[in-house]
Structure formats: structure tokens, C-alpha cells
């Protein structure tokens, strides 16, 4: 029997084969305009994309690709709008046409392996949602960076749903928030950090509140409801992990306030409260304890119980702990007793994939001869390509000859840049020129890999080498160096700084320093120096939300500077 991955692959070759209206290679489609229109609603408004495409019937459509096009929008908006999925009959369709002409429509093709996913994950057989889903990330463009970006979002979360995969949703997560920030994607940023800083709280502390914190800030930037949910989270972890209760009682307040109907649980109810407790605040703990809602799940059973035997416990009432400790613990059982059922379905499913697996292995030795002429072709391809490595390595040796002279030279320069005794502003401009040259040199690592070869390195791990091997890169830049450039500044921006200074008053002066950094061009990597920061992501964080939140303008720091030096501001 052939493997899915195979099955999905001949079909596709044979659809390419039998279905029409596929058209040549080098084709292009155009699309009913009331499909397109449908599919801009999509994202913010899916309940109207929704509407559109029920009220468009399949056989009112001209062509092949249009009716293909309908069964996948009308898919993505029932998943988008909350609809409940009941078969996979609709998006098989379109699958199979997009499969059939993929040269035509890539992107059309990423987006039916998603919602195959989807809609997989949804009738309750994951294994097959992730095949779909790793399809789709084999089929996206290299710059289709939303589909990239989610696509790796959903696997991640599958992964949550295995045991022990946390390590595998966090490498896929961080993947996504690269694509995310390509396309300055902040709803998808917001709950991609949140994600991460809801999966580290377990296995990596250190970094939950560095996600959830940024998590946070892009939703309070964007007004988003999101910061609510992930302001639960962050209570949650201070109360247990830091044991900084006054820390968690002011984010309960906080979403208390201004977001509880926007938040997406109710534990910060029961942070809240055990802080309370802990803090000695009977009282306090009680007047939230009244505005719990009733618990709707075996957790928010459990999770109350546990939170009565506590204030129990503190009005020295043991009788009343006892009975709420068992209620507590037995829905604590009856949760891992549900785990554990699902778990064991899960390990029957696979022993029977395995006992079929065994069974088809005599028609698996059989196709072996077709396979003959397939192995002749690949190791012919492998003595080319094997060719082409040894070229390359020819090349690159010869350019290592070269960076190695010059990294001598500059070794030689930084060497000199240490015993020189000139004032502090000469010495911060030339250890950043030297820095700078240093890595146009260095840009090969002296470590290698397998087959000789150097790799490439990033600027960020040069740095962090140099700081290690040759001087500490900590800049300690004087007054004079300051004020340089920001006449710098000012006589090349038409006196900004002065502007700034007169009519924003929320600039401080560390911002003011920050801004003319910018406006120099600086790399961040260097920006970091400059400002001390413990990353070099910190400037690029910071330089449009110095424009929006200190300055209070919605706009980005490309256009405010465009807008000053053309006279609308």
C-alpha cells in the first residue's frame, strides 16, 4: 500500500492529467470579481465573506477555476466565522483542482492544504491535519510570508496538543513571528508571543514574562482585547513562579476593570484571589471571590474548589478544606483520567496504522524493481552535485585566503584602538568604525562545518565573539559625542530635534538621543551600544513606538519623518 505522502502525490500527477481547465504552464487566471471581493472580507470581516459566497451558487460560475476558488473561500470563512465542520467534501474539491494545476495558482494551492488542515484537525484526526499542514508548508512561495507564518502558527499548535513537543510549537512559533514581522502583522504577532510566553511558563520561566510583556505591548499599541487574556497569563505566572503577589493583584484589577469580558479565561479570578490570601487580605480576596462566574468545565471546577479550601484554610475552618480539597481533587482525577483515554486512543490508532503498514510490506518489496531505474537517476545526480560542492569549495578557499589577510589587519587595528589614549568621543567613532570594517572582513567563521566549508555569521554572533575575545563593546559615550549628532542631525532634518524638543514634551532625553540615532542610519546592532540596550531587537521595537505612544501620532517613524521634511507637520 503506498504512504500517504505518495498517494497525495500520484493523484495530484494524474488530476494534472485528466482534469480540464487547467491550462499551460505559463497561463495566468483571472478570477469573478465577486470571489475576490469575498476573499478581501476574509480576515476582518468573515461573517460578510461568508454571506457573499452562500449567496453565490456554484453552477452560476463559468469556469473550472471560479468553482475551485468558491469551494475554498466558502471553506476559510465557515472556519473563520465559527461554523461547525461536518465533512470535507467542499475543500476536497478544491484540493484536487489547485493540486492539478499547481504552476497556475501556488498560493490558492497553500491555502486549500491549510483548510484541508483545518478542517482535519476539526473532525478530530490531528495526524492528518498535520500532514496537510506540512504539505502546505512545502507548497508556499518563499515570499508568501502570511501563508508561511500561519501555517507554521497551526502546527505549532498541534504540537501543543502532543506530549512532549513542547520544544518543537516553540521552534515553529518563533518561525512564524519572523514572517509576521516581515509583513508588520501585530494581531498575529500579539498572539504568536503570547503563545510562547504561555508554553515557556512551564519549561522556560526565564522567558515568559519577556514574551507575555511584549505580547502586551503590541496589544495595548494596537487596542487590541488580546493584552487581557495574556495579562491573565502574566498574573498567573508572577503567583506562582515569581511570588510577586502585588504584581498579579494589579493585572487582575486591571482586567477586572477594563477587559473581563474581553478576557479569554477566568483563572486571573483565582490569582487574584489566592494573592490576597497569601498577602493576609481576607476581605479583598472575598469581593473578588463574589464576582467569580459559576464554572462552566471540569478546570474552572476544580480550579474553584481549590480557591474555597484556601479561604477556608485562612478562617481556620478544616472541616469545610477537607470536603473542598476532595471536590478539587476529583476533578483533578477526572481530568487526567480523560487524558489518559485520549492517549490510549491515540496508541491504538497508531498500533493499528502499524499492523496495516506490516501487512502491505509484500506489495512494497514488489514496486522495489520499478524503484531500480529512480535509484540509477539519483546516484547520477549525486556524483553532479558532488562536482559542484568540490568547485565550490575551491572558491571558497580562496576567498578564505583572503578574509584570513584581512582579518589579520584588523586584528592588528583593534590591537592599536586599545592603547590609544584620545578622548573618550575619538574612541566611541573609532571602535564603531572599526566594529563595522571588522565584520566586512570577519563575515566568515573561523569554525567549520562537516566538509570544510566556512559558514556565514550574523552580525549579532560577531559581536557577541568580540565581546568575548577582544574588548568589552559596552560604549560610554561623553556629551560632546552626543551633541555632535545631534547638530548632525538637526542640519540635515531641517532643525527636527528643536521641534521635537518644543512641541513633544513626552521626549526624553534618552528618546531624543535614540531618535537621532536613527535618523544617523546607525545599525541597530550598533544602536545597542550606543544605548547600552541588552538587544539589538530593542531599537528596532522601539523606533515606531517612540512616534506613537511618546509622541501620540498614528503614524510610523518612516512617515513622520517624510511628513515633517514636506511641511505637514
Known amino acids: 500500500m503506498l504512504r500517504p505522502q505518495s498517494a497525495i502525490l500520484l493523484i495530484s500527477l494524474l488530476l494534472g492529467i485528466i482534469l480540464p481547465g487547467c491550462g499551460g504552464r505559463g497561463a495566468s487566471v483571472r478570477y469573478d470579481g465577486r470571489l475576490a471581493a469575498a476573499d478581501s472580507l476574509l480576515r476582518d470581516e468573515p461573517d460578510s465573506a461568508l454571506a457573499i459566497i452562500t449567496a453565490l451558487p456554484t453552477d452560476s460560475l463559468a469556469t473550472e477555476h471560479d468553482r475551485a ?17 461536518t465533512s470535507d467534501s467542499d475543500i476536497n474539491r478544491a484540493v484536487a483542482y489547485f493540486a492539478a494545476c499547481r504552476p497556475l495558482d501556488r498560493e490558492k494551492l497553500t491555502r486549500a492544504y491549510i483548510s484541508k488542515g483545518a478542517v482535519m484537525d476539526e473532525l478530530g484526526h490531528p495526524d492528518s491535519a498535520m500532514l ?44 512564524a513571528i519572523g514572517y509576521f514581522e516581515m509583513l508588520n502583522d501585530t494581531n498575529y504577532l500579539i498572539s504568536c508571543y503570547g503563545n510562547l510566553g504561555a508554553i515557556c511558563g512551564v519549561r522556560y520561566p526565564d522567558s515568559t514574562e519577556n514574551y507575555l510583556v511584549h505580547a502586551i505591548d503590541l496589544a495595548e499599541m494596537s487596542n487590541s482585547p488580546k493584552q487581557y487574556t495574556y495579562k491573565s497569563k502574566l498574573a498567573g505566572f508572577y503567583y506562582y513562579k515569581k511570588k510577586d503577589y502585588e504584581t498579579a493583584i494589579g493585572l487582575v484589577k486591571d482586567i477586572l476593570q477594563n477587559g473581563r469580558d474581553k478576557c479569554g479565561e477566568t483563572q486571573f479570578y483565582y490569582y487574584g484571589i489566592l494573592s490576597y490570601i497569601r498577602m493576609g487580605l481576607l476581605d479583598s480576596a472575598k469581593e473578588i471571590f463574589n464576582q467569580i462566574p459559576n464554572p462552566v468545565d471540569k478546570i474552572d471546577s476544580m480550579n474553584y474548589h481549590k480557591v474555597v479550601a484556601e479561604m477556608e484554610f ?68 549525486c556524483i553532479i552535485f558532488g562536482f559542484l560542492i568540490r568547485k565550490k569549495q575551491k572558491n571558497l578557499k580562496k576567498q578564505q585566503f583572503e578574509t584570513e589577510q584581512m582579518r589579520k589587519e584588523l586584528e592588528t587595528l ?54 568575548e575575545t577582544y574588548m568589552p563593546l559596552k560604549l560610554d559615550l561623553d556629551d560632546t559625542f552626543w551633541l555632535k549628532l545631534r547638530q548632525s542631525v538637526d542640519g540635515e532634518y531641517n532643525d527636527i530635534v528643536n521641534f521635537i524638543e518644543n512641541n513633544y514634551p513626552g521626549m526624553k532625553e534618552r528618546d531624543i538621543k535614540l531618535f537621532c540615532l536613527l535618523c544617523s542610519k546607525i545599525p541597530p546592532q550598533i544602536i545597542k551600544l550606543c544605548m547600552n540596550y541588552s538587544s539589538s531587537k530593542t531599537a528596532s521595537s522601539y523606533r515606531n513606538r517612540m512616534i506613537q505612544k511618546k509622541m501620540g501620532l498614528d503614524m510610523t517613524f518612516d512617515d513622520f519623518i517624510k511628513n515633517y521634511l514636506s511641511g505637514r507637520i
Open 132 to 175: 496537510y499542514y506540512k504539505h502546505a508548508e512545502a507548497t508556499a512561495a518563499p515570499d508568501d510570508y502570511f501563508n508561511l507564518g500561519y501555517v507554521k502558527m497551526r502546527i505549532a499548535t498541534l504540537y501543543l496538543d502532543q506530549l512532549s513537543q513542547d520544544s518543537a510549537a516553540i521552534m515553529r512559533l518563533k518561525e
Open 69 to 85: 476558488y468558491r469551494y475554498l473561500l466558502l471553506t476559510q470563512a465557515r472556519y473563520r466565522a465559527y461554523v461547525t465542520v
Open 414 to 467: 583593534v590591537l592599536k584602538l586599545k592603547e590609544q589614549k584620545t578622548d573618550i568621543s575619538k574612541f566611541a567613532g573609532l571602535r564603531i568604525s572599526a566594529l563595522s570594517e571588522l565584520y566586512q572582513a570577519m563575515r566568515f567563521k573561523k569554525k567549520t562545518d562537516s566538509i570544510g566549508i566556512k559558514k556565514v555569521v550574523s552580525l549579532s554572533t560577531l559581536l557577541k565573539d568580540l565581546e
Open 314 to 381: 485562612a478562617e481556620n475552618h478544616p472541616e469545610r478544606v477537607v470536603f473542598h480539597t476532595m471536590q478539587s481533587g476529583a476533578h483533578t482525577n477526572s481530568i487526567l483520567s480523560s487524558t489518559k483515554e485520549k492517549e490510549l486512543v491515540k496508541s491504538e490508532v497508531e498500533f493499528e496504522k502499524h499492523q496495516l503498514e506490516r501487512k502491505n510490506s509484500n506489495l512494497s518489496r514488489q514496486l522495489n524493481n520499478n524503484l531500480s531505474i529512480a535509484v540509477i537517476v539519483i546516484v547520477s545526480l
